[in-house]
């Protein structure tokens, strides 16, 4: 059984080192444990430094691609040095790599496809307080209307199975936490929550340049995602509201014409004629978007086969970088 432990950085060269130097290069039920940094164009020595506290591969995008795209690559690359196991944590010294050990249990016992290291979001220091509350409000409308289980939407403390990290889709360009947690719920995968405690950074995040456009972000990558994945419940959402206030409007014509005949009321009527042909237009809308998951689940099936074969036909080595 091998895991490998991927990191995506960015310009990380503070913290790279700790991060590495803390993570159990042995663990019950793992033969190998290795360690692969990506670095995501950094203009500062983040790979030199990743090399020097004993990362296994060292994977240079040449230019900055964003988290989602090189989460995507990290996986890839970790599936191709042929990791069982798949564990993504950040750079930042947020997470504590000692856990490691536990984010893998119900993997290797079977238990779990996919685990997710929770932390209270609530109590975590230096997380802006507005970041903080929009965090949880974006956890709690997404897992709500997905249907999924509340947990810390948010955290980079995961494991996958081989399978899992196989099956996977990697959607949004932003961040690839959101997306990948629906993903897994959409393949039906088991996702196991397990608590941990996360360190306060110090440094600036890199992902938020500033809240008003973090909010901006993340909320239209939360709406993408949601209509992704339930496009009938959102678009259905929306029909429901439009028709109930095109039918209250046209209610309010109907008592007006019985008590004085209508006169100076038609706008009531002519409000609700386009409320009620919109929130048909959203049905379509709902109809069209669960039709297109279908076909998306498709192409995710012979994704998934495509890569699997191509797992098997060839034996990647150390060198490999594509
Ligand atoms: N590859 C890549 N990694 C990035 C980028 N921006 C941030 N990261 C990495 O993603 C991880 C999370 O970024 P952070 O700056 O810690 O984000 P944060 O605002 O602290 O968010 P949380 O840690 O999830 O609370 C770290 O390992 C970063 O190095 C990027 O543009 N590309
Ligand atoms: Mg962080």
């Known amino acids: 059984m091998k895991l490998i432990v991927t990191i995506p950085a960015f310009n990380e060269e503070e913290n790279i080192g700790d991060v590495i130097r803390e993570i159990p290069r042995t663990l019950a039920g793992v033969d190998r444990v290795e360690v692969l940094v990506m670095d995501d164009g950094s203009s500062d020595r983040t790979s030199e430094v990743a090399k020097a506290a004993g990362a296994d591969y060292v994977v240079r995008n040449p230019k900055n691609q ?22 993504n944590t950040d750079a930042d010294n947020h997470y504590d790599q000692s856990r490691i050990g536990d984010l893998i249990a119900p993997i290797c016992d079977g238990s779990a496809d ?18 903080k509350y929009l965090n949880q409000l974006g956890s709690y409308v997404m897992t709500t209307f997905v249907g999924m289980p509340r ?12 399978e899992a990290a196989l099956a996977l889709g990697v959607y949004s360009l932003h961040t690839y936490v959101h997306t990948t947690l629906l993903s897994a719920h959409d393949l ?17 995040s890199r992902l938020i340049k500033n809240i008003p456009s973090h909010v901006w972000k993340a ?21 429901t509201v439009l028709f109930t206030v095109g039918a209250a409007a046209i209610v309010r014509f109907l008592y007006f014409y019985a008590v004085d005949g209508g006169r100076g009321h038609v706008q009531s009527l002519i409000l609700a004629g386009v409320l009620i042909i919109l929130s048909f237009n959203s049905l379509m809308l ?4 669960s039709s297109i998951g279908w ?11 495509i890569k699997k074969r191509d797992l098997e036909l060839h034996s990647y080595d150390k060198t490999d970088s594509d």
């Not at 039906?188 to 600036?204: D, G, M, S, T, Y």
């Not at 909320?219 to 029909?239: D, E, K, W």
């Not at 709902?286 to 978007?289: I, S």
Request: proline fraction near 4%; aromatic fraction near 10%; glycine fraction near 6%.
């Open 114 to 131: 996919m685990t997710v290291g929770s932390r209270k979001v609530a109590e975590l220091e230096q997380m802006p307080f507005l970041n």
């Open 151 to 162: 947990l810390d939407v948010s955290t980079g403390f995961r494991a996958y199975s081989r």
């Open 219 to 239: 909320s239209i990558n939360i709406v993408r995602n949601i209509v992704l994945f339930r496009p009938l419940r959102f678009f259905g959402l929306c029909a």
């Open 286 to 289: 709902g109809l069209l978007g």
């Open 66 to 87: 964003g988290l989602a795209i090189t989460f995507k690559r990290a996986l890839w690359q970790a599936l191709k040095h042929g990791a069982d196991i798949v564990v």
């Open 295 to 305: 076909s998306r689940k498709i192409s995710e099936e012979v994704l998934y086969f």
């Open 188 to 204: 039906h995968l088991n996702i196991v929550e397990v608590p941990i405690k996360a360190r306060p950074v110090a440094r600036k």
